[in-house]
C-alpha cells in the first residue's frame, strides 16, 4: 500500500512539474516568436538558440529510444547513460531546455521573458532534484556518476 501510495505521488508531482514546464516553454515561445520571425532578434539569441537546439540533439542521439521520460520518473527497465553530453552533465536536456529559453528572453528582452525563465530554470531544477533522487534508488551506479557529474552545466552547476 505505502508503494503504491509513494508511486502515485511521485506519478502526480511528475506531471504537475511537466505542466509547468511545457507552460512555461510555451510562454517562451510565444513572446519571442515576433522576433526570430520578424528578424529582429539579435545575434547573441540566434546563438544561443542554435546551442540549445545542439546540445538538445546531442542528448537524444546519446539516449536510446524509450529509455528518457519527460516526467522525472526513471523508465522500468532504463538504462543509465553516461556518453554524449551526459559525460559531463546529468541532465543535458533540461540544459538545452534552460538555453533555449535565454534565447527567447534575449530576443525579447522584455521582463516577463526573463522571469518566465527563471521560473523556468527553478521548475527543471526541482525535477532534477526529485528524478536524481528517484534514479538512486533505481540505478547502483549513479551515485558514483552523480559525484563525477555536474547537474546541468560541466564543471559549475
Known amino acids: 500500500m505505502q508503494r503504491e501510495h509513494g508511486s502515485e505521488w511521485r506519478s ?38 542554435l546551442a540549445g537546439a545542439a546540445l538538445g540533439s546531442w542528448a537524444v542521439s546519446a539516449n536510446r529510444p524509450g529509455n528518457f521520460n519527460i516526467r522525472p520518473t526513471p523508465r522500468e527497465g532504463g538504462r543509465l547513460v553516461q556518453e554524449g553530453p551526459y559525460r559531463w552533465i546529468r541532465h543535458p536536456m533540461y540544459s538545452a531546455v534552460i538555453v533555449l529559453g535565454a534565447a527567447a528572453a534575449w530576443a ?50
Open 12 to 49: 502526480r508531482v511528475g506531471a504537475m512539474l511537466v505542466v509547468l514546464q511545457l507552460g512555461l516553454m510555451a510562454a517562451l515561445a510565444a513572446l519571442a516568436a515576433p522576433a526570430f520571425i520578424g528578424g529582429n532578434a539579435g545575434a547573441g539569441a540566434w546563438f544561443l538558440a
Open 108 to 157: 525579447t528582452l522584455g521582463w516577463q521573458a526573463w522571469l518566465a525563465l527563471a521560473a523556468l530554470a527553478a521548475v527543471l531544477a526541482g525535477k532534477a532534484a526529485l528524478e536524481e533522487r528517484w534514479m538512486l534508488a533505481v540505478h547502483p551506479g549513479y551515485r558514483a556518476y552523480r559525484a563525477r557529474t555536474k547537474r546541468f552545466v560541466p564543471g559549475i552547476w
